[in-house]
């Protein structure tokens, strides 16, 4: 297998406010341009970085391979060493495929690839469990569990062999959920205007909270001792 394979990953911090907050980052490319993405060859050594382009609102890559074509949705990339990426259509349909410090690791998951034509593609990625739900056109198909602890970094689109025509980029990031705390130092030094689940109007508040939690536990431990 001739191992041709463009990223065009973006930023995931592009656009993206507040960690707490949701948002989103979108770009349908009709300014003819790509500006604030950058190209990334992920194999490791490789430094060929495809036939990428904006023409007609649409991205393309069109650099020859010597099998079938795939697109992609890159989830995270560090480097050309640590990345995570969902091909289609590949093999047997979805393959989600991990690169950690240069070793390969996939799953395939089987989906009927008829013909070449307009698709969506949309990963769920929880960077906490290392989830990926995969969907085709708002089907589900499946979740697979990378391996990885690399679950940060670039997010974009990526093309192999004979190439893919991308449009509609969109990136959102839901709010991330901090706490609650379980320590009383943790609503210490400010700390208690850090958490979001749940959220504290003081100091006292999150005191409060903590101390309630940790009776709540004391008094269960005491009724399993008794048991
Ligand atoms: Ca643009
Ligand atoms: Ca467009």
Redesign the pocket.
Known sequence: MKKIFMLLGIMLFVGLANHCEASTFF?D?N??????WSAHSPYPGRSDFGNWR?EDGIVKQDNGGDHNGYAGITVWYQDDKNWVDVFYPYGIGFRVMEVIDGNFYYGDYPTIFSERKWQDLKIDANSITGELAIYLDDEYIATHTVVTPNRTGLSGISSGNAGGSFDDFSLTSKPILVGPPTKLNQCAKKGWKTFNNPSFKNQGACVSYVQKAILKKIKKAIKNANK
């Open positions: 770009d490319f300014d003819g341009n790509a500006d604030g904006v």
